[in-house]
């Protein structure tokens, strides 16, 4: 009996069925899985956030999967061309790959030479010629002539019986899924750059002569590969063994040749037809089979990239969005710029803008005095603690500006940071900021996302499109629909495990909230503006369209501060309140003065208070979150410190000690914004001690963390750096002389690399370093 889609997953998942089918129910019934994660513990078994993702997403493809199995199923029926045995290998079939493999023989397409040799009579000749090989073809095929079919001599008729056989080759499922598995662990991508374009693609120079097996490729030289390849630089080619590999026999054949033979029953001992059919084995791999591999594990490659880079994009959107919040505090927004000036906008600790305007301190204006004199005014006028600067053009010049003014008038107490301006472009022009800020100029809602940004990067992020926040590998070439899919889900779970003030939040931001939509969003917020604040959940049931399922899948993430009910301010369900009120009978307490009481809450045992509704994992998280109320997962909000002087990528030097942030994490190392205009790259190898398998193990985008310079290619703009303990320990003078750097390239060396390379100059970095750096100049700027 075949094993059912929950079954499936339960086993892929290490979960028990019972699980499975309380979560696809929860699912189907519009249940969000940041709601499911939180509040159905008990009907889930405690499957947690990441195992419902890996649910949802699963159930998605085996639910297509079925989809087209009945299709499948209904074509054969119409052609009549389903019986048991072929009913038996689609109902087993395990993956839309094998199931597409089995039904392609039946799958209506163009007309084929073989289709019209079966037509003309001519399959019999092919299964003569297979099962008796002792007949003589020539002879054996002018039995076939038919001039009305189109069979003028035996040449011809042999013609179309080797058609045949090469067709039962490329569409024996069997057949081609062996070929395919074996092509996959012995094959490897090949790449060539093209006549005339050495110096027009010169960004893709590593793979101008570059070979790898496919399974050791990774996803971002991948897509590295195939974007040379579509750019017109590179030609790919898919070698189906490794070079050098020796002919299977004497005859010259390759292991594919020589596996179609065996499939198909033709083995050389000396017969008539023996010549005959083992010419067409190698017609049926060179001209069909061969291609098919070709195209079928292009796609493979091109989805296991594609669905990894997916996966880095959306962890670096997680933690974008999870960075860590300034909080409430005034804050200066500056939007750099050189001729058209610096905007400024200054927002209070609610985030609403007080003030906006423009200063030109810099090149052609040259206002520099007078720039310090309105930006010092303005921050004394609104108590400014905060001033944030976008680290777009001319941003190492603002930030200098920010820090005179900081020199010069020590008595406001700024603090200055670099804060991203990827997607405040959009922002600007999006027709949500025209109605959010109506009569402000584009060039200056940027510098207001630049100071919220700071304030709270969660609330603002959300008003764009997660692909704009630009902390992916190569996402303009990853699938819309799949990248979309992905990112979404990552906004959701990260505002809904943030969770959202009701009263404040805007309509992007509670779009994203569990069981709200963009129609129930803008209810919420007319009603709030037309009723003034909520001052309990309760009363969010007055909202037009907010229902009871709409109510349950939302109001634990919604909070209410300085309310009617404290619990309102904490993530604590409505739905469980009557367990609080339980244990506020147990201890004598009321909740104002229980909640924060760690001590009592401590001694509390989970189990005292279970009942029908409500088990020990629903309770455990209830007591905890008394203990800290309305707790943000979020981390402690740090400033990176850039050295002083270092402005430009020409001021670094080898063994300079630097503190910077993290921008981007890939899966070759992490880039880190070191204040010059240009990221530098920390190869996964210089990232600590001992091995690092996955570079997010040990930072995150938003991330502060102390480099040494190992190398600086002015040139190719291509900055090396190192976060190895050993070398941040070892003293400057040493390590500018070379030390710590040296060793660098000596371990590189010894590390070696795939691809033959060319001899360069003495500073240039060699082995395993060497084509990080390489390709960190392309794949930094592959977004």
């Not at 070439?477 to 939040?505: F, H, M, Y």
């Not at 690092?692 to 040494?708: C, F, L, N, Q, S």
Request: hydrophobic share 40%.
């Amino acid at each position: 009996m075949p094993t059912s889609i929950n079954q499936r997953i339960a086993a892929e998942l290490g979960a028990d069925e019972p699980q499975v089918a309380a979560a696809v129910t929860l699912l189907d019934e519009g249940a969000t899985v940041p709601f499911i994660a939180r509040y159905r513990k008990e009907a889930t078994g405690g499957l947690d956030d990441a195992q419902l993702r890996a649910l949802e997403e699963r159930l998605r493809y085996l639910r297509e999967l079925e989809q087209r199995r009945t299709s499948i199923l209904e074509s054969l029926r119409t052609q009549g061309k389903l019986d048991e045995e072929l009913e038996a290998r689609i109902v087993q079939a395990e993956s839309k790959a094998r199931l597409e493999d089995i039904y392609l023989p039946y799958k209506p397409k163009r007309r084929t030479k073989a289709q019209s040799a079966r037509e003309a009579g001519l399959e019999p000749l092919a299964d003569l010629l297979l099962h008796e090989p002792e007949r003589d073809p020539q002879t054996t095929a002018a039995d076939f002539v038919a001039p009305e079919e189109n069979i003028a001599d035996a040449t011809a008729a042999l013609g179309g019986a080797r058609a045949i056989l090469v067709e039962r080759c490329t569409e024996d499922a069997d057949l081609i899924g062996e070929l395919r598995e074996r092509m996959w662990h012995q094959g490897r991508l090949v790449s060539q750059v093209r006549e005339g374009q050495q110096d027009d693609g010169a960004k893709f120079s590593d793979y101008f002569d570059f070979g790898e097996a496919f399974t050791s490729l990774p996803a971002h030289r991948v897509l590295a590969l195939f974007r040379g390849e579509k750019e017109g630089v590179l030609t790919l080619t898919l070698e189906p063994e490794p070079e050098g590999t020796p002919a299977a026999d004497a005859d010259g054949r390759s292991g594919y040749e020589v596996a179609i033979a065996e499939h198909l029953g033709v083995r050389d001992l000396g017969r008539s037809a023996d010549r005959w059919l083992r010419e067409t084995v190698r017609w049926a791999w060179r001209t069909r089979v061969f291609a098919r591999l070709d195209l079928d594990l292009r796609m493979r490659l091109w989805q296991l990239a594609e669905d990894s880079g997916v996966e880095v994009f959306a962890a670096n959107v997680r933690d974008v969005l999870l960075a860590a919040p300034a909080g409430n505090r005034a804050t200066m927004g500056l939007d750099p710029g050189l001729r058209t000036g610096v905007k400024v906008a200054v927002v209070d600790a609610t985030g609403k803008v007080v003030t906006t305007d423009t200063v030109h301190p810099h090149a052609p204006q040259q206002q520099w005095e007078e720039a310090l004199r309105t930006l010092g005014r303005l921050a004394q006028q609104h108590n400014v603690e905060l001033v944030a600067v976008g680290n777009g053009t001319a941003s190492r010049e603002t930030d200098r500006l920010v820090g005179a003014l900081i020199g010069r008038r020590p008595e406001l107490g700024l603090r200055k940071t670099m804060v991203s301006e990827a997607g405040a472009s959009v922002y600007s022009a999006s027709a949500y900021a025209s109605r959010e800020l109506p009569d402000m100029d584009v060039s200056l809602r940027g510098a207001v996302s630049i100071a919220r940004r700071l304030q709270d990067p969660l609330a603002e992020l959300v008003k764009i499109d997660p692909k704009s926040i630009g902390v992916g590998q190569y996402q303009h070439d990853l699938s819309e629909t799949k990248l979309s899919r992905a990112l979404d889900r990552v906004v959701e779970d990260c505002v809904n495990a943030v969770g959202v003030d009701a009263n404040t939040a805007s309509v992007p931001l509670l779009t994203r909230v569990s069981g709200i939509g963009a129609a129930l969003a803008q209810s919420i917020v007319d009603h709030r503006d037309a009723n003034g604040p909520f001052r309990s959940r309760k009363t969010l049931a007055d909202v037009a369209r907010l229902g009871p399922k709409a109510f349950e899948q939302c109001a634990g993430f919604l909070r209410i501060r300085e309310g009617d009910d404290p619990l309102d301010a904490s993530s604590v369900h409505p739905e469980s309140y009557p367990v609080v009120r339980r244990i506020l009978e147990t201890t004598g307490r009321d909740v104002g003065s229980l909640i924060g009481d760690s001590a009592t809450l401590r001694s509390l045992s989970p189990g005292d208070f279970v009942d029908g509704t409500f088990g020990i994992p629903t309770i455990t998280d209830i007591l905890a979150e008394l203990e800290k109320p309305g707790r943000d997962p979020r981390p402690s909000f740090a400033m990176a410190a850039f050295r002083e002087g270092v402005e430009e990528i020409q001021d670094l030097q080898r063994g300079m000690l630097l503190e910077g942030s993290v921008t981007n994490v890939a899966a070759f190392g992490a880039f880190v914004d070191v204040g010059v205009h240009q990221d530098g790259l920390v190869h996964v190898s210089m990232m600590a001690r001992g091995y690092v398998g996955d570079p997010r193990d040990v930072v995150k985008p938003g991330d502060i963390v102390r480099v040494v310079v190992l190398d600086v290619d002015t040139q190719r703009k291509r900055i090396s750096l190192s976060m190895r303990p050993t070398d941040l320990e070892e003293p400057e003078s040493a390590r500018t002389d070379g030390g710590s750097a040296g060793g660098a390239k000596r371990r590189g060396d010894r590390k070696g690399s795939r691809t033959d390379r060319k001899e360069s100059g003495p500073a240039e970095p060699t082995g395993a370093m060497a084509d990080a750096l390489r390709r960190a100049g392309l794949d930094s700027g592959g977004n």
